[in-house]
């Protein structure tokens, strides 16, 4: 929806001439003027019901008062918000509430916040008003031994905003109301404890509740609203890059609660359940405090100078006799842009080489690698908030609502509320398979047979859009040779998916007025990522669908700043902002920006450090908040590799399974202890803000880096992250035109090249990047493991809702951990038959590289022959099976395919 495009409509509130647009209530147009008119059962995020009836006003014309929040406007109309017998009116109904409201003010945790409170106080109701409920009795409810909230009958006022956001928004459909009149309560269907139903913890109904009737049970008794401090930042989990507001009991310098503020982007105060409730780690009591030097085995704790020394000389030591090459760094996507900014200059300056990188390795570097070549940049194409807007949405190796929730929303509200077609390309039957016209449960690794059929069909059907080829893209007839002959029965043989099923797919996505393309790491994880994401690339340039509205490829970044850290220069091949350490006018420049000689020869990826450790190559390691001894593949290679590497550094929050065996260990503060910014999925440069205290000596990241660079003989130091970030403005043209000052209120989209620029919507408008769009011709690949008799399983991994990455936040959560304790493997129900094998056994899973034990989860979620493993869990850890084979171009591992095997726990070999 273009709003400029609309006709203005010109109305009169309370003498005011005000401009609005068709389809706007009253109350939206007050609102957005500045006009406060009480309300209680609106939520701009749902669809008005006018129930609760104060926000009734006087409409020249119309016989009784309206409400507000579902009147729509029109023109000339003529408003009245504050006459004496709308305030009469609204003053009864005040009344009425409170004499059922059996809260008290002065003990309520929601005092201060609560609109009750509020128009109670502005009415001027009676001090025997206020008074008049007694508090009632405690009785069960749903939310009993629930950890994450508590419903308390006696505050609520029955405008059923939680029932109702739990439908319109969440779709869970989780709450409902039972009994009637007075006895009329909020629960679930047949009064199931909340863990039970469809409930996901969201805490939507928290959000919306006016009352306090629903609050964190964790944030009970520890200080009222009124007394809370709230700092606006950026959430520290996915890359959706939710703008969060941290509560903080200033006193005892603690977070009490998270909430987000209705109409901020890109979650419009919508949250998941790690961004409500799993904030719990920034004041877990195993936090480090203390720089920690290993003797003999053991860690002891050391002085910050100490340990900063005594790394700076085994570092120089280690460079003087084996050369800058033998020293590797691990960047991270958990620390903002500044932290790995400061990161990659000081292993390129420091130390002297390019063997830096992150975890993008792991997950999106073939994304990289792929769009770049395609488009010229290797990012999200198209903006979160267009989502609603497309004709067709085609979600493929991505489980959005567990991995990015609140874009899956953005998914449901097309699908549902907007009529857009939603084609799902999944193994496993995911949660957005129920609002799908069409799901193609595709074998894993069988992405490239897939897309090039469908293209098959849209090249044989004339459903291309020709005009769009020839005026901007190249190399057309490369791919086109492929594709014609790459029929859907082909691809049926190979993917396992209906012939028939594939042509209607390409039919919808050709025919629609815009289709999106949604995709994250069941794409990318594969030896052939980088030509599983050039085919998705083609898929979308034959039909047009590149540098337009609502469409594009989009890839949904895992961490909250992997887009970050990649963007500024945590990779061994591009300085900040992609530009190749490889190119002698490039490296030029930033020599003469950072003023010494720069190696001009790309370094080592991930897991190529790792095997490089096994030759001698690599001696040393400096890792910055990531953690690969549960990240990487086939662990038992990665920790071998850990353990016998000569000197290793490791920087975290907490001391990790990594940290573990580090010769020395950096205490550094977490996100709500800091200043900076993360660059969410769709390109937002956006603020990180310090709410509390760091525990004990711990130290900005940033900080800890010049300091040990310093004591190398490389003087580094910045007063202020906010300084950085101008350096980075400075070198890197995408960021040229992003200060602090600019995105103090709202992020600004990547590319932005000066100060005057207002940011990138969305990429390749008009142009490609890199010229012209260029399509790639893609053949299909097997994975580099294929199931044989003895390992008969395809094993993927992935994520989970309830836990994240390696689950050193999530795990600290007493709500996460009450609904997801541990680790599973989902198999078929008829594979379980079987093999003996009953939902919740304790199995073993085998493959090439080693064997672990977790639980069964059975489940008609899967296909026969496939087993799915999420990685959070260190113990029975997924990733002690997967496998190392690397993507050839992106050295990215095949996380998503490996041969496996599964047997009850204590079978024979």
């Known amino acids: 929806m273009v709003i400029s495009n609309m006709p203005e409509i010109t109305v009169r509130i309370n003498g005011r001439e005000l401009t609005g647009r068709p389809s706007q209530t009253v109350l939206e147009l007050a609102l957005e003027n500045g006009i406060e008119i009480p309300n209680l059962c609106h939520d701009p995020r749902l ?69 009750l409170q509020r128009y109670g106080y502005e009415y001027q109701l009676a001090d ?57 309560e909020v629960t679930t269907a047949f009064d199931m404890p909340l863990n039970d139903s469809t ?146 200059k000081f292993i390129r300056t420091a130390v002297g080489t390019n063997n830096v990188d992150h975890c993008a390795r792991l997950c999106h570097a073939s994304t990289v690698a792929g769009l770049a070549r395609a488009f010229g940049s290797g990012a999200m194409t198209n903006s979160i908030d267009e989502l609603p807007g497309a004709g067709c949405i085609f979600v493929i190796g991505s489980n959005t609502t567990e991995a990015h929730p609140v874009i899956g929303l953005k998914i449901k509200e097309a699908v ?101 393309i949604i995709y994250s790491m069941g794409i990318t994880q594969h030896t052939t990522g980088t030509e599983n994401v050039l085919s998705l690339a083609n898929l979308a340039m034959i039909t047009g669908n590149v540098g337009i509205e609502s469409a594009g490829v989009n890839p949904l970044r895992g961490q909250n700043n992997v887009q970050g850290a990649c963007d500024l220069g945590a990779l061994p091949n591009v300085y900040p902002g992609y530009q190749s350490v490889e190119d002698p006018a490039i490296n030029s420049k930033f020599q003469q920006a ?40 086939n662990l038992n290679r990665t920790r071998k590799a850990l353990e016998d590497i000569d000197f290793l550094v490791c920087q975290d929050i907490f001391l990790s399974e990594t940290a573990e065996y580090a010769d020395v260990v950096f205490p550094s503060v977490c996100f709500a202890e800091k200043d900076g910014t993360f660059t969410n999925t769709d390109r937002r440069v956006q603020r990180v803000r310090k709410a509390v205290a760091s525990p004990g000596s711990a130290r900005d990241d940033w900080q800890i880096i010049c300091q040990v660079a310093t004591k190398m003989g490389q003087p580094m130091s910045y007063d202020s992250p906010s300084d950085i970030m101008d350096e980075i403005a400075s070198v890197s043209p995408i960021y040229g035109g992003i200060s602090f000052d600019r995105i103090d209120t709202l992020g600004l989209q990547w590319p932005c090249p ?79 038959k079987k093999l003996n094998i009953a939902d919740g056994d304790s199995v073993e899973v085998i493959s090439h590289r080693g064997k672990v034990t977790t639980l069964a989860k059975v489940t008609d979620n899967i296909e026969s022959g496939w087993l799915f493993m999420p990685f959070h869990f260190c113990e029975g850890p997924a990733n002690m099976l997967t496998i190392d084979a690397l993507d050839p171009i992106a050295k990215i591992p095949e996380y998503k395919v490996c041969a496996a095997n599964i047997r009850k726990a204590g079978g024979r070999n």
């Open 416 to 516: 549902v509320n907007n009529g857009a077609i939603l084609i799902v390309a999944d193994p496993r039957s995911i949660d957005l398979v129920q609002y799908a016209k069409l799901h193609l449960a595709q074998k894993p690794g069988s992405d490239v047979a897939l897309i090039n059929a469908m293209m098959n069909v849209i090249l044989t059907e004339n459903l291309c859009d020709m005009d769009y080829i020839n005026e901007r893209t190249e190399n057309f007839d490369a791919a086109a040779a492929i594709i014609k002959d790459f029929t859907p029965e082909m691809a049926a043989e190979i993917t396992t998916v209906d012939a028939d099923a594939i042509r209607r797919a390409a039919r919808i996505f050709a025919q629609a007025s815009s289709s999106s």
């Open 128 to 184: 025997e008003v206020f008074a008049a409920g007694q508090v009632a009795e405690h009785r069960n409810n749903y939310t009993t031994g629930n950890a994450a909230l508590r419903y308390d009958p006696g505050k609520c006022i029955r405008c059923g905003r939680c029932i109702r956001i739990c439908q319109e928004v969440q779709m869970d459909h989780a709450l409902t109301f039972k009994e009637r009149a007075g006895d009329v």
């Open 594 to 633: 950072w003023g010494m000689d720069l190696s001009g020869k790309k370094g080592l990826t991930v897991v190529e450090m790792m095997h490089a450790i096994e030759e001698e190559k690599i001696r040393a390691l400096y890792i910055m908040g990531e953690n690969p001894a549960l990240s990487d593949p």
């Open 754 to 832: 000066d100060k005057d620029h207002p940011g990138t919507r969305y990429l390749h408008k008009g142009k490609f990047t890199r010229g012209k769009g260029k399509f790639h011709p893609v053949e299909y690949k097997y994975p580099a493991e294929r199931p044989g008799k003895k390992y008969p399983f395809v094993l993927s991994t992935g994520r989970q809702l309830y836990q994240f990455h390696t689950g050193t936040m999530t795990r600290k959560s007493a709500v996460i951990n009450q609904v997801s304790p541990t680790g599973y493997v989902e198999i078929r129900t008829e594979d379980a």
């Open 199 to 344: 409930c996901e913890l969201c805490g939507q109904c928290i959000s919306t509740c006016p009352t306090g009737a629903l609050y964190e049970r964790a944030a009970l008794g520890k200080g009222q609203c009124k007394d809370l401090k709230r700092t606006r930042t950026t959430c520290v989990y996915c890359g959706v890059g939710c703008q969060i507001d941290l509560n903080i009991n200033t006193a005892k310098n603690e977070i009490v609660r998270v909430t987000s503020p209705i109409g901020c982007v890109p979650n419009d105060g919508n949250l998941c359940v790690k961004g409500r409730f799993g904030m719990e780690f920034v004041n877990s009591s195993k936090r480090l405090t203390s720089p920690l030097i290993k003797r003999n085995g053991e860690f002891h704790e050391a002085t910050w100078e100490e340990a900063i020394d005594y790394v700076a000389v085994r570092l120089n030591e280690i460079k003087a006799a084996h050369g800058p090459d033998s020293i590797g760094g691990l960047s991270s996507a958990k620390c903002t842009n500044e932290e790995n900014y400061v990161f990659q």
């Open 47 to 115: 669809v008005p019901t006018g129930s609760c009836r104060l926000c009734l006003v006087d409409v020249e014309g119309q016989r009784a008062p309206v409400a507000a929040c579902s009147f729509e406007i029109a023109p000339q109309m003529v408003v009245k918000t504050e006459t004496e017998e709308i305030r009469a009116i609204r003053r009864s109904f005040r009344e009425l509430l409170f004499y059922e409201h059996t809260g008290v003010c002065t003990t309520c945790d929601e005092n201060g916040d609560c609109k």
